[in-house]
């Protein structure tokens, strides 16, 4: 079983920056991608961003591209969330997810394998 812890959530002010943190870790595993994905209350969960090892790809959603930049170590099986010029519309549990099975399409949810137990962000205006 692979395991995926996520820290770094909190409450902040709208403009502030917060740093997610995922780590995984248990059975001997290969990561294809490792991504970020949101769920506010009462929306589905949605694609946020991620990283393809194989050339370092990142992926990011509309709504946040260049505010968030997204980075990790496979070696180490971490990645990071970098969040900056936060917004009350950020709300939501950011969860962390590994990718162990190729699959073409990093935006899916479906495709990835293991998920974190996920971490709060709270914005306020």
């Known amino acids: 079983q692979v395991q995926l812890v996520e820290s770094g959530g909190g409450l902040v002010q709208a403009g502030d920056s917060l740093r997610l943190s995922c780590a995984a870790s248990g059975r001997t595993f290969s990561s294809i991608a490792m991504g970020w994905f949101r769920q506010a209350p009462g929306k589905e969960r949605e694609f946020v961003a991620a990283?393809?090892?194989?050339?370092?790809?990142?992926y990011y959603s509309d709504s946040v591209e260049g505010r968030f930049t997204i980075s990790g170590d496979n070696d180490k099986n971490t990645v990071y969330l970098q969040m900056s010029a936060l917004k009350p519309e950020d709300t939501a549990v950011y969860y962390c997810?590994?990718?162990?099975?190729?699959?073409?399409?990093?935006?899916?949810?479906?495709?990835?394998?293991?998920w974190g137990q996920g971490t709060q962000v709270t914005v306020s205006s």
């Open positions: 997810a590994v990718m162990t099975t190729y699959r073409s399409l990093t935006r899916s949810a479906a495709n990835y394998n293991y």
């Open positions: 990283i393809r090892w194989s050339r370092g790809n990142t």
